[in-house]
């Protein structure tokens, strides 16, 4: 169907900006019209890859989580909090697979993946330092390193304000 | 029809004003905690004709934060007694049958602006930034300074030791990630984790902490006068250096470069504030506190989206935020070293 959704969000965007906003008086009103026309802009840059992005997401997820349940079991000594998170990463991981594309579903499952990752994270953080917790290490990082690149990727108003040289450098490979 | 309503109030408030009207109601852009209008009343009395530039600070449907009308008000008219450039407070109404939500109402300051853009990039403004500098750091040094026990601002809650600041501001947004996400939040929850093991030194005093004190919430005129500090409602007692860090974000450093409110070099900032406070600039103590202000800000637009999710308000402008945590969450790593 044409025009396609972000073809459509781009008219909405260009109607915005040039019949709408000359017409709007009140300081207040043109402020709430800039908000909406960011707001477009950010649903504009994931509508295309929304659904791939989560699957791939999930995927990645999956691997961390896995090699996370792995290093729990691994830990010597018995904790029955960490015991029980790894079961239950195993649990998560092993129910069937939705095979639905729907972002609905997708986002569903993220969340359910990003909740263990946090729990994992959590008892990461805590063992810090801690002797005996050295397997986790590696985890904590490849966490990290997924949290960080979900963290830079997509438009953020942030990118032309205070962040750009941030995000010129990151975007350059440089950080 | 607000109008007329706010008319009907001052006119019960001002009980020997003669042919009081209220004219040039607007509501002023931003200020998402709270509605912010501004208005002129004019009037006679004892023969005189009055004219007067109020702003109305009216409670939302729905915030980025519940925040404490009173709190803002109580500390805003003690601030101003001790010469701290704010906004002369006039009446706080908690009744919410005048205006349909409780309020307060101050005095305009008139010929200034708020807007970061304008103070970093228009040239008038520009060649204004030094000093503007220089009073943003007095400034902040004067709170600072202030005797809140004098002041009566002991009810806003005093740490039980200067060692307890760091903990108590950590529980405080801990419990507002964990009442309000709508879903995980690893980096955050990591993130105090992190905090919790890298807990500055003691507050070398207990100050009354601004706790919003950025580019962005003063008023400044071409001449380089800072002529009123905003946005009061998130103030409490507790660590100097909670301050310094918050106006050294990255969010709030507006022109996307490393200085300080895009106004100042760390270092210059750092110079400043030491000489005039006496207080020493900790680079762990800041560190800490950058970290939890980046995840504070990130608790804040956690409210917000869930005020917006849940159909509590229409304000497009919480969805944007809440759209926007991940750059804080990079931030947040970043200074985490991670």
């Known amino acids: 169907m044409r025009p396609n959704a972000l073809e459509a969000i781009r008219g909405v965007q260009g109607a915005l900006m ?5 017409e709007l008086q009140s300081l207040f009103v043109q402020d709430t019209g800039q908000t909406v026309q960011m707001l477009l802009e950010s649903l504009a840059n994931e509508w295309d890859t929304a659904a791939e992005t989560l699957h791939n997401d999930n995927r990645r997820l999956s691997g961390v989580l896995s090699a996370a349940a792995a290093a729990l079991r691994s830990l010597k000594g018995p904790d029955d909090a960490l015991s029980a998170l790894a079961e239950d990463i195993g649990a998560g991981l092993s129910a069937e697979p939705d095979e ?10 993220n969340v359910q993946l990003l909740a263990f990752l946090e729990r994992t994270l959590e008892a990461c953080e805590d063992g810090v330092g801690e002797r005996g917790f050295e397997p986790l290490a590696p985890v904590r990082q490849a966490i990290y390193n997924h949290l960080r690149e979900v963290a ?24 | 029809m607000l109008e007329a309503k706010i008319e009907a109030y001052l006119k019960a408030k001002l009980p020997t004003a003669e042919e009081l009207a209220v004219a040039n109601l607007w509501r002023i852009p ?9 208005f002129d009343a004019r009037w006679r009395e004892g023969g005189q004709e009055v004219v007067r530039g109020f702003v109305l600070r009216r409670d939302p449907d729905a915030s980025l934060l519940e925040t404490e009308r009173d709190v803002e008000f109580r500390v805003m ?5 001790q010469g701290v450039p704010v906004p002369k407070m006039h009446w706080l109404e908690r009744d919410g049958a005048w205006l349909e939500r409780p309020f307060f109402i101050m005095d305009r300051v008139d010929g200034c602006e708020t807007n970061p853009q304008k103070l970093l990039f228009e040239p008038r403004f520009v060649q204004a930034h030094s ?53 995980p939040q690893p980096v955050l929850r990591g993130a105090f984790r992190w905090l919790r093991r890298h807990l500055p030194p003691p507050a070398q005093r207990i100050v009354l902490v601004h706790a919003d004190y950025r580019t962005g919430n003063f008023l400044f005129n071409a001449e380089g006068e800072i002529k009123g ?44 504030y030491q000489e005039a406070t006496g207080l020493t600039v900790n680079d762990e103590a ?3 506190w950058e970290v939890l202000g980046n995840v504070k800000l990130a608790a804040i637009f956690i409210t917000g989206a869930r005020s917006f999710c849940e159909g509590r308000t229409g304000s497009v402008m919480m969805a944007l935020l809440g759209r926007n945590i991940s750059r804080l969450e990079l931030e947040i790593m970043d200074l985490m070293e991670v």
């Open chain 1, 18 to 22: 040039g019949v709408i906003a000359p």
């Open chain 1, 100 to 109: 639905s594309l729907a972002i609905s579903k997708l986002r569903a499952r």
């Open chain 1, 152 to 175: 830079g990727r997509g438009w953020s108003f942030w990118d032309v304000m205070s962040f750009r040289e941030r995000m010129a450098r990151l975007r350059a490979g440089l950080v």
């Open chain 2, 30 to 38: 931003g200020g998402a905690s709270r509605e912010t209008w501004a």
């Open chain 2, 77 to 81: 008219d003690a601030v101003w007694s």
């Open chain 2, 131 to 183: 000093r503007i500098a220089r009073q943003f750091v007095d400034i902040l040094a004067k709170i600072h300074g202030l005797d809140w026990g004098a002041l009566g601002l002991d009810f806003l809650g005093v740490p039980a030791s200067r060692k307890d600041c760091a903990e108590m501001e950590i529980a405080r947004w801990e419990d507002v990630v964990a009442r309000d996400s709508l879903e």
């Open chain 2, 229 to 272: 500090v905003l946005d009061w409602e998130l103030t409490h007692l507790g660590d100097p250096m909670e301050d310094v860090a918050w106006a050294s974000i990255r969010p709030w450093r507006w022109a996307g470069d490393e200085r300080v409110g895009g106004l100042m070099q760390r270092q210059e900032f750092y110079r400043m």
């Open chain 2, 286 to 288: 800041v560190r800490f």
